[in-house]
Each structure stands twice: as structure tokens, then as C-alpha cells.
């Protein structure tokens, strides 16, 4: 089992940035995908990003492609999510999730551990 601690989140205007972290516990960090999620108020959580165990293999969902960037340090056990050129539209919840039976995952369902979520809020 492991749990992941967001950071990072805040209130920005358009065009803003903002750099997330999730930080895991455990010596198992590299068994897990990595993956950013985000909810917003009365909507699903949808997939925002994804990284493989080492990193290698990312993935993004197309309205953030270009604008964020995600990345893992497993030496820190930690998973970071750049994200410039906010928009309001960027307004959620960001859960990080790790998946242990996958070595990638953009699937909300294969992901067996959350974190509890860090606001971010973009104004116009």
C-alpha cells in the first residue's frame, strides 16, 4: 500500500503556473504508474496526465497537451505536474494516483491509490 500527499495547488489568473507534487511514502515508488487526474464541481474525475514506472513513457490528455509537463523523481518518490498557460478551464481538483498493476495507465478504474487533492483555481 502507499500514500501520496498533493502540493502545490493555489489561485492563479490566466496564463498563470503552477508546479504540483505528490509525494509518496514506501521503497516501492518506481512499482508504480503515476498519474494527475482532475474533478471539477458537479463533474467526473478525468484524466489529465500519465507516467510510467521509469519515467520514460508519458501521456496527456489534449487539452492540456502542450502546456503541461509531467515527471517523476524516484530517488524522492515524487511525482510533479507542471502546468503553464492556465485557463479558468483548468479549474479542479487534482488527485495523483498510483497504479500497482500497471507498468502505464491512463485509465481512472487501474489506478488503486489516490491522494486527497490540492485545489487549483485559475480566474480570468
Known amino acids: 500500500q502507499v500514500q501520496l500527499v498533493e502540493s502545490g495547488g493555489g489561485a492563479v489568473q490566466t496564463g498563470g503556473s503552477l508546479r504540483l507534487s505528490c509525494a509518496a511514502d514506501?521503497?516501492?515508488?518506481?512499482?508504480?504508474?503515476m498519474g494527475w487526474f482532475r474533478q471539477a464541481p458537479g463533474k467526473e474525475r478525468l484524466f489529465v496526465s500519465s507516467?510510467?514506472?521509469?519515467?520514460?513513457?508519458?501521456a496527456y490528455a489534449d487539452s492540456v497537451k502542450g502546456r503541461f509537463t509531467i515527471s517523476r523523481d524516484n530517488a524522492k518518490n515524487t511525482v510533479y505536474l507542471q502546468m503553464n498557460g492556465l485557463i479558468p478551464e483548468d479549474t479542479a481538483v487534482y488527485y495523483c494516483?498510483?497504479?500497482?498493476?500497471?507498468?502505464?495507465?491512463?485509465?481512472?478504474?487501474?489506478?488503486?491509490?489516490w491522494g486527497q487533492g490540492t485545489q487549483v483555481t485559475v480566474s480570468s
Open positions: 494516483g498510483a497504479a500497482s498493476r500497471w507498468l502505464f495507465s491512463r485509465t481512472l478504474k487501474e489506478y488503486d491509490y
Open positions: 507516467i510510467s514506472r521509469s519515467g520514460g513513457t508519458t
Open positions: 514506501g521503497r516501492t515508488f518506481n512499482r508504480y504508474a
